[in-house]
């Protein structure tokens, strides 16, 4: 029959708003917020860095992820098709209809590296089981990680097992396999981060803690440090590469996106600051450690401190297995665009098509391995190669898409349109959004990118 044939092509919806919001947390909470983030906060002097990284949740983050789901929903198709499909109909030159191919592009980018670092996670928590880090100094932690990372076929084993996680879970589909997922491994989580502050609590400097967290002191505060924080809201709340967005083709029609949102950005700071009240404690309980020690601060610095604690190494393995979870649904968010598309546009199954860029982006992956062993030696402009992904991601890639999201929904969707999709919602905070999103993201975004690029400039140079 003809009319079947003019059917739009409709997305089963999620059963509640309240999947979207686990799924979409899934996404957002990961190893942003257990490992990167008190690492930076460690490194940027603590309190005046969490204010600023809260103000650009609300600022920045809460607005651009209010543009995404709801261009999402609008769409409801895979992200690259969805952006594809909006900025033709708003009579926009091809040029920008692919916008969306970089945030397929970034996903796959930021997938390769995230999956070798959650590998650790995941070979951490054997180690804690078999008291590697029972009494062992600072030097002996270093040790440790120094020989995992020079372990290439460890490495390797590690990073396939999470990649092979990861494509299961997408396999199964959105509404099966990670609607599933997240509503087991959500709950998990939370429990698995409560039992933590617990043990912190009880066994850590919290006070000290609490203090380095939320005393403002302006002084440890460099541009530098604001431009971490701005382009952190990015990364911690997954925007600028459609995971969001493809999520919002999911949601229920009716379901208000403005509350969902505020939802989601408001448990992914919860966790961030959980992490941080969990992992600081007992980091100053510890005198050798310092909080500044970078991206080693989770893998050496805490087992230091779980092996010196009565039960700590049972708590240490529970939080690498947290932190393995929180990373597992926020990369299935991460494939999951490049998989719709694969889907929709060129008439993949969905097993091949997750198989296919599975190994994508394992194989982008040996990279990242290589440049902590082989290849440490071998830098482009000061980067090493796991460096060069992070850095032409997460400082140029997203935002230049969330640029152009925020200019898209600010200054070009017709906004009848963009109110009617917002449920013609909300007569105060609609301008108010609507404000923020035409100039303060923009601006924000903008300088961000412009010295992502200024940098990118000076070190190849
Ligand atoms: N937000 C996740 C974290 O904090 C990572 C992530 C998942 C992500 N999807 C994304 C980051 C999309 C940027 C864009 O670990």
Redesign the pocket.
Known sequence: MSFALSQTQSYPAWRSRWVFILAATG???????IWKFPYITGENGGGAFVLVYLLCILLLGIPVMLAEVMLGRRGRQSPVNTMRQLTSDAGLHGFWRSIGWLGVL??LL?LSY?SVIAGWALAYIPEMGKGTFQGAGPLESQVFFDALLADKGRLLGWQSLFMLLTVGVVAFGVVKGLGVAVRILMPLLFILLLAMLVFAYRHGDFGGAAAFLFDFNFSALSGRSVLEALGHS????????G?IMAYGAYMPATASIGKTVLTVAMLDTLVALMAGMAIFPIVFAHPDINPAAGPELLFVSLPVAFGAMPGGLAIGMVFFILVSIA?WS?AI??IEPAVAWLIERRGFNRFTANILLGLVAWALGLGTILSFNDWSGFTLGGFTFFGAMDFLTSRIL?PLTGLFIAIFVGWIMPHVTVKEELNGNNSLMYPLWLWVLRYICPLAIGVVLLVGLYDTFAMAS
């Not at 996404?27 to 917020?33: D, E, M, Q, R």
């Open positions: 996404s957002a909470v990961g190893l942003g917020n970034a996903g930021i995230y990015f990364f911690t709340l997954s925007l600028g590469m995971s990373a926020s968010s991460l997203l």
